[in-house]
């Protein structure tokens, strides 16, 4: 497993270290579902691991071994599953009843078959009240959590955009003195997040997979994808209560499947975590 060592300095009251992982993506099912299922995960397992699936596992469990040997809380910002499976759920509930995680849900969190269908709140009640079973201590729609006096704040935007209630609560966590970290799935858009994620790519086809992405930048792209990224006006009063509130002082996400580190607009530290998948997660000590 490759560790990345990071620093936030955001006001803690001491020095803590977390783990950050995002993107584990496994990927088991068996006959309890059916077998278009069971293909499902074969295929999807062997694409995320180049034949070798025996590693999805294999890095999930290094990584709750490293946090219980450490004494860390992971923060893990989705993707933990790849699609909704009685295998999945029963593994996932094995690992996460053993350990200290707070946790954001993912987009896969909630995907039936990956891709089948337009996925949006009512896609997710399909599935919600099994999924959160399977995540015990976490409330992956909204969560909070104080940590070295610092309040962690988990929001499920995995589709891009931001519910009403989630917003209300979001502005009450942030209405006192203590420094916030929001933790969520998709990344927020700030132009050099924007920049960091699409060097090199051709923004005629490639996607910016960030929440809040303005819509002249999406309608560069030939992409069908970018069609459940275009923000609404709620996302986009979202993202600028974010820049302008003194006491957020950091994003964690995961989702784009790669390590980078930006800044939102208003200079706050974005840092992505790389897919889980290939065995990488980072160290955050935050001071």
């Known amino acids: 497993m490759r560790i990345r060592t990071i620093e936030l300095n955001i006001g803690a009251e001491k020095p803590f270290t977390v783990l950050h992982a995002s993107d584990n993506h496994l990927c088991f099912a068996d006959l309890r579902d059916n ?65 200290d995680v707070f946790m954001a849900a993912g987009n896969h969190e909630y995907s039936l078959y990956v891709g089948e269908a337009w996925e949006d709140e009512d896609y997710k009640k399909q599935s ?7 995540f015990p201590g976490n409330n992956i729609w909204y969560d909070e959590r ?22 209300e609560r979001f502005r009450v966590a942030c209405s006192d003195d203590m420094p916030v970290v929001l933790c969520v799935h998709t990344p927020l858009y700030s132009e050099n997040t924007y920049e960091t994620l699409m060097a090199g790519k051709d923004a005629t086809k490639a996607l910016p997979f960030l929440m809040g992405t303005p819509a002249h930048l999406l309608d560069k792209t ?3 994808g970018a069609k459940r990224q275009y923000p609404d006006a709620l996302t986009l009063e979202f993202l600028d209560f974010c820049n302008h509130t003194p006491n957020l002082r950091a994003v ?36």
């Open 35 to 99: 077998e278009r299922k069971v293909n499902l995960g074969i295929s999807r397992a062997n694409s995320f691991t180049g034949g070798n699936p025996e590693r999805l596992p294999g890095y999930a469990e290094e990584l709750f071994a490293l946090a219980k040997e450490k004494g860390e809380t992971v923060i893990y910002t989705g993707d933990f599953i790849d699609f909704v499976s009685v295998a999945n759920l029963e593994y996932a509930k094995k690992l996460f009843a053993g350990a």
């Open 222 to 224: 030939s992409n069908a």
């Open 146 to 167: 104080v940590i070295g006096g610092v309040k962690f704040v988990a929001i499920d935007n995995n589709y891009y955009y931001i519910m009403p209630e989630q917003f």
């Open 128 to 134: 919600f009240n099994d999924v959160l079973a399977a």
């Open 252 to 287: 964690i996400a995961g989702h784009v499947h790669r390590y980078a580190e930006a800044v939102l607009d208003s200079g706050i530290p974005q840092v992505m975590a790389a897919g889980g998948y290939r065995g990488e997660i980072n160290e955050i000590t935050i001071r």
